[in-house]
């Protein structure tokens, strides 16, 4: 049974800080890239940041990049996405998706709210 679990959303101040972790099971985590997704209330939902199966190369949306960065633990099969200076408009609910020649796998997501 395929599952891709997110954690560490939360409410934080602007110009603050939060670390998603994404646990996926029920597949070969180590073959597969791995997204971060989001969705604003009354928007459609946006790519972030995508890494590639062993890490080495990363993607970043213009809206998020030099703030944002992910990684992965392939042991812990694992993804996180660490979020800094972080600001009203990346409130969201954070999907993490697995993705690859025969996988496309998403999890249900967990909610940052960034407000004073």
């Known amino acids: 049974q395929v599952q891709l679990v997110e954690s560490g959303g939360g409410l934080v101040q602007p110009g603050g800080s939060l670390r998603l972790s994404c646990v996926a099971s029920g597949f070969t985590f180590s073959s597969a890239s791995m997204n971060w997704y989001r969705q604003a209330p009354g928007k459609e939902r946006e790519w972030v940041a995508r890494?590639?199966?062993?890490?080495?190369?990363?993607y970043y949306a213009a809206s998020v990049k030099g703030r944002f960065t992910i990684s992965r633990d392939n042991a812990k099969n694992t993804v996180y996405l660490q979020m800094n200076s972080l600001e009203p408009e990346d409130t969201a609910v954070y999907y993490c998706?697995?993705?690859?020649?025969?996988?496309?796998?998403w999890g249900k997501g967990t909610l940052v709210t960034v407000s004073s």
């Open positions: 998706n697995a993705i690859g020649l025969t996988v496309n796998y």
């Open positions: 890494i590639t199966p062993s890490g080495v190369s990363t």
